[in-house]
């Protein structure tokens, strides 16, 4: 297991941008694919975006194409997701998770941070 805990949340107007960061401890970090999820209110939890365990491939949902960039420090044993030109919809809460296999479905992620909330107002 791999502890995860996110940073970087908080509100923004639309258009502007947010970076988010997800510190891992435990086992080594490089050895799992990582996600960024989120879950707005009255929704499903969705992937947002993932990044095998090298960097060298990714995975975005198509609502976050060209806006969103998600990228990993190994050595820091950090993941991120820069988000640029938010919009409303974007608002939700936003999770990081590690998994051992690529890309992963959501129940292939065993283990998540706490959250961190982004709300974007217009």
């Known amino acids: 297991q791999v502890q995860l805990a996110e940073s970087g949340g908080g509100m923004v107007q639309a258009g502007g941008s947010l970076r988010l960061s997800c510190a891992a401890s435990?086992?080594?970090?490089?050895?799992?694919?990582m996600g960024w999820f989120r879950q707005a209110p009255m929704k499903e939890r969705e992937a947002v975006a993932k990044?095998?365990?090298?960097?060298?491939?990714?995975f975005y949902a198509d609502s976050v194409k060209g806006r969103f960039t998600i990228s990993r420090d190994n050595a820091k044993n950090t993941v991120y997701l820069q988000m640029n030109n938010l919009k409303p919809e974007d608002t939700a809460v936003y999770y990081c998770?590690?998994?051992?296999?690529?890309?992963?479905?959501?129940?292939?992620?065993?283990?998540w941070g706490q959250g961190t909330q982004v709300t974007v107002s217009s």
């Open positions: 998770a590690a998994s051992g296999s690529w890309p992963g479905r959501a129940a292939d992620f065993g283990s």
């Open positions: 435990g086992r080594t970090f490089s050895s799992y694919v």
């Open positions: 990044i095998m365990r090298s960097g060298a491939g990714t």
